[in-house]
């Protein structure tokens, strides 16, 4: 069963295109939710949240998460080729000290 | 954030042979966790490893298919056992951050094939 759920699967943009992508999780009462993102072998830490309504921000990436609706999205605006990855969402549960991760998006971000 | 390495980077294995992947950090940390990720798929936790203590392994992975060596506060090895090509995956370790709790790093990764 998918407890963490991204979307879309795959997403391919232009240069300078704004993207957002989704990540929704099924239990209510969790530790934090984390972005990463994966050029090739090793997810690389974006963003951590664990207050709802809060944004994080990172350069042209930011996150949010609303937990009272259980998903968070991760935006990226004026998008570069460099931004081609794929974007993961992982969740951590109470009294769990790894990460679930959900399926991720293949974000490919054409010139 | 820790700096940290696998190696090795990648192989190329026969079937039935046995892999040893290695994992150095360059602090002490409490944690470390062992994850595979299947081609086309998302990481799946194999097991976590304390040091001083057996690995814990998640459902759907046992020790003697992947046994767990953790002999101090900044290395573990992670041994892939009668390998088949259902095995060839990319594995990963992590720690968790230093002053950040929750906050997982990965290392490098190590891209094994299996033939």
């Known amino acids: 069963e998918d407890k963490v759920v991204q979307s879309p699967l795959s997403l391919v943009v232009h240069e300078g295109d704004t993207v957002t992508l989704n990540c929704s999780y099924e239990?209510?009462?969790?530790?934090?939710l984390l972005w990463y993102k994966q050029e090739k072998k090793a997810p690389t830490f974006l963003f951590m949240l664990?207050?709802?309504?809060i944004e994080k921000k990172s350069g042209r990436l930011s996150s949010i998460l609303d937990k009272k609706e259980l998903f968070s999205i991760l935006n990226i605006t004026a998008t570069q080729t460099g931004d081609s990855a794929i974007y993961l969402c992982?969740?951590?549960?109470?009294?769990?000290?790894?990460?679930?991760f959900g399926t991720g998006t293949r974000l490919t971000v054409i010139p | 954030s820790a700096v940290i390495s696998q190696k090795p980077s990648r192989d190329i294995c026969q079937r039935g042979t046995s892999l040893t992947i290695q994992c150095q950090v360059d602090?002490?940390?409490?944690?470390m966790f062992w994850y595979r990720q299947q081609p086309g798929q998302s990481l799946t936790l194999i097991a976590t490893?304390?040091?001083?203590?057996?690995?814990?392994?998640e459902s759907g992975f046992v020790i003697d298919k992947f046994p767990i060596s953790r002999p101090n506060l900044t290395f573990s090895t992670l041994t892939v056992s009668n390998m088949s090509p259902e095995d060839s995956s990319i594995y990963l370790c992590?720690?968790?951050?230093?002053?950040?709790?929750?906050?997982?790093?990965f290392g490098p990764g190590t891209r094994l094939t299996v033939l």
């Open positions: 992590s720690v968790e951050a230093r002053g950040r709790a929750d906050t997982q790093y």
């Open positions: 239990v209510t009462n969790f530790r934090s």
């Open positions: 664990t207050s709802s309504g």
């Open positions: 992982a969740v951590l549960w109470p009294g769990a000290n790894n990460l679930f």
């Open positions: 602090s002490q940390v409490t944690m």
């Open positions: 490893a304390n040091q001083g203590s057996e690995a814990t392994y």
